[in-house]
């Protein structure tokens, strides 16, 4: 077995469901044609560089799978015939794979895709209460004439006219 990554490109304009049937059935073919998916990453819909097949837009998807030359024909040939793919792309990553160390792998990223339980928050200690006269020493006094002020003269500092200059 050889290990490849695809990345094909749903066209954008269709609906989730057209999109996620698409993934399926392309990893179920995966799967019927003796390859092993490790992992498959949407990338969700993106703007296109340019226009392809009259579409701007596309859902980009990544599938990193275990499998033998007979698989990658399989899958690009459905690419191919399939109207909802508007570009597709596959690499060899390497030329054996061990597949302990695959297994491994699949199991490694099924747990860090399953959230920890989270531990409960330590409830925050209550704030004690201040005194009164703590309070009264950090409350201003307020002058009558400044709360019959506008907000705008409140807030203005005051200003002293300069002298005029005498020629």
């Known amino acids: 077995m050889r290990r490849y990554e695809s990345v094909w490109v749903v066209n954008g304009d269709l609906p989730d469901e057209e999109v996620k049937s698409a993934i399926d059935k392309f990893s179920r073919i ?66 054996q794979v061990d597949l302990e160390a695959l297994q491994a792998e699949i199991a490694a990223r099924a747990q860090a895709a399953q959230p920890e339980p989270e531990a409960a928050p330590a409830p925050a200690p209550e704030p004690e209460p201040a005194p009164a006269a703590a309070e009264a020493a950090s409350t201003p006094e307020v002058t009558p004439e400044a709360a019959a002020a506008s907000p705008e003269e409140a807030a203005a500092p005051e200003q002293t006219p300069a002298p005029a200059k005498e020629e």
Do not use: F
């Open 30 to 95: 995966i799967s019927s044609a003796d390859g092993l998916l490790v992992g498959l990453d949407d990338w969700g819909r993106r703007k296109l560089a340019y226009k392809i097949k009259g579409t701007h837009r596309g859902y980009y998807v990544l599938a990193d799978y275990a499998g033998t030359p007979a698989t990658v024909k399989e899958l690009e040939r459905n690419y191919r015939i399939d109207d909802r793919i508007v570009r597709y792309h596959t690499v060899k990553k390497s030329d």
